[in-house]
């Protein structure tokens, strides 16, 4: 159930990220979430890792569910920056003795007060090889930013480090949240153009609230194209209104990607399966 492999199956399709519990308390709204959107039919999902490690057991425990309730090929998230090599080795042993073989490598955010020591994971072309190191199998992707890393002094660099992750091992690429497709464009040229080959999965939020955009873009540093900021500041306050113009949006966006040559999309879904339906729904003569 390699992602890798089974996406190259398919003309078009899209797959749709889920974030785990974070407590006990909220597991089993999230388990009935995820399932209800793998009930769609993805060609995968992911499910993300909990600042410093927090959610890993969820995370885990939500990949294994998925896939093995539902026969929804699962892709685990795993951030390095505040965990031991220790730690990561124990995480992988146990996404592989629940049967998940995708793992999205990621440095993850340092958090604050946290004090970086020499011991500690650095970049995540660390975690890549040591992920590689410790079973060969796993299939690994990577994140990329069209609107540059935060952290990064320039994009050059930026991509410059992607190589390198690349060429560590990744297996293909998923990128952070954008909203102008053509910023896509220029980036997909510049990877291609820097000779990094895998295949790269656009990433795509359905905005359907205000408050929802202004954390979005507080957290990944994307920009808005005026188109968008235009909807925003017409339907924003109308919450139908606004739900119904976000998923608007996404599905052009999704559209015009499929057109444009890209096979796979992957959605931020927020855990909410009546915005992933919807999408789906507007992409049903589309999709295989």
Known sequence: MKISEIVEKKRYSVSFEVFPPKTEDAREGVTRAAREIAALGPVFMSVTYGAGGGTSEYTAEIARDVQDVCGVPMMAHLTCITSTRDRIREQLALLKSKGVENVLALRGDVPEGFELREQNYHHAIELVREIKAFDP??????????????????????????????????DFLITQMFFDNPVFYSYMYKLREAGIAVPVHPGVMPIVNAK????????????????????LDTFGDTPDAMRQAGIAYATDQIIDLFANGIRTVHVYSMNNPSVARAILDNLAGILD
């Open 137 to 170: 199998g796993f299939c690994v992707a990577g994140a990329c930013y069209p609107d540059t890393h935060p952290d990064a002094p320039s994009q050059r660099e930026d991509i410059r480090r992607l190589k390198e992750k690349v060429d560590a091992g990744m």
């Open 212 to 231: 929802q955009m202004k954390r979005t873009l507080k957290l990944s540093g994307t920009t808005l194209p005026e188109r968008f900021r235009r909807i």
